[in-house]
């Protein structure tokens, strides 16, 4: 089992900054992929972005490309997400999510999911 807990979220106005964090326990050696997803109200949950859990690719949905990135704190097993120059279609709730499958994609294929932190920003 893994276990996700992130933190982070919070309201702030339109041009800011936000980092959510992305603490995870249990069994993280088995961690392949840890993915940033969110959902919008009243929309489907989409991928925002992902990284291997050894840190050599990540991945960016375009609308978040050049504003978001993806760090990783090996001692902690804490990922961040890091995102600046938010606009009001950013607000939603955030989530982390964690794959154990060796696949080549970071968009699909996670096994287990944060509770989610609610991001909002205004105009």
């Known amino acids: 089992q893994v276990q996700l807990v992130e933190s982070g979220g919070g309201s702030v106005q339109a041009g800011g900054s936000l980092r959510l964090s992305c603490a995870a326990s249990g069994r993280t050696f088995s961690i392949y992929t840890l993915g940033w997803f969110r959902q919008a109200p009243g929309k489907e949950r989409e991928f925002v972005g992902a990284m291997y859990w050894s840190g050599r690719r990540t991945d960016y949905r375009d609308t978040v490309k050049g504003r978001f990135t993806i760090s990783r704190d090996n001692a902690k097993n804490t990922v961040y997400l890091q995102m600046n120059s938010l606009n009001p279609e950013d607000t939603a709730v955030y989530y982390c999510?964690?794959?154990?499958?060796?696949?080549?994609?970071?968009?699909?294929?996670?096994?287990?999911w944060g509770q989610g932190t609610l991001v909002t920003v205004s105009s």
């Open positions: 999510a964690a794959g154990l499958r060796q696949i080549a994609t970071l968009r699909y294929g996670y096994d287990y």
